[in-house]
């Protein structure tokens, strides 16, 4: 989903929430919590957007910010294996 997915979505009350995935070494990911799918959020190419801080995040966000943004630490084993915990 892009930013511009998102904006339309939000608008249209589709969005519940903004995921500010955190990673080891520092890396974040951004994911929009639509119900029960967490649909990453990507740029007009395709690639995973990556926010360097949650400033920073606030930034790219602030035309949604009225949704609410949700720090989400990653599990380990889900990094290092791929495998949601759910599934295990």
């Known amino acids: ?26 890396i974040y990911l951004l994911e929009a919590q639509v119900g ?9 190419h395709g690639e995973a957007l990556h926010p360097r801080s949650v400033e920073h995040a606030r930034e790219m966000l602030h035309h949604v910010s009225q949704l609410p943004l949700r720090l989400v630490q990653a599990e380990l084993q889900d990094e290092m294996c791929g495998t949601p915990a759910a599934s295990r």
């Open 36 to 44: 029960a799918l967490a649909l990453p959020l990507q740029d007009d």
């Open 1 to 26: 989903m892009t930013l511009h997915d998102l904006t339309v979505r939000a608008q249209a009350g589709h969005v519940e929430a903004i995921n500010l995935v955190s990673l080891a070494g520092g």
